[in-house]
Nanobody
Framework: QVQLVESGGELVQAGGSLRLSCAAS????????MAWFRQAPGKEREFAARISSSGSNTEYADSVKGRFTISRDNAKNMVYLQMNSLKAEDTAVYYC????????????WGQGTQVTVSS
């Protein structure tokens, strides 16, 4: 049974930093690209960041580029999202997702962790 469990979300002031973590189990983690998505209240879920299975390639949404950093530790089956210079508009539920293969379809999703940025 595949599980993705996010943690690290909390209330933070604008300009602050947070690091989200996602613990993966039940899959061959090093074979999956991993990503973070987010969904703000009343809005559709949107892509935030992606990292390749090896960790050698990353991609970011324009809205987070230069402020967020995605990383992974294949030995620990973990993926992280370092978020700096947080803004009120970063407030959302953040989801970890795993993708196998080249299609842009994510096979597994976590339950989400709430990030609230106060202005």
């Amino acid at each position: 049974q595949v599980q993705l469990v996010e943690s690290g979300g909390e209330l933070v002031q604008a300009g602050g930093s947070l690091r989200l973590s996602c613990a993966a189990s039940g899959l061959t983690f090093s074979m999956y690209a991993m990503a973070w998505f987010r969904q703000a209240p009343g809005k559709e879920r949107e892509f935030a960041a992606r990292i390749s299975s090896s960790g050698s390639n990353t991609e970011y949404a324009d809205s987070v580029k230069g402020r967020f950093t995605i990383s992974r530790d294949n030995a620990k089956n973990m993926v992280y999202l370092q978020m700096n210079s947080l803004k009120a508009e970063d407030t959302a539920v953040y989801y970890c997702a795993a993708r196998y293969g080249l299609l842009n379809v994510y096979n597994y999703w976590g339950q989400g962790t709430q990030v609230t940025v106060s202005s």
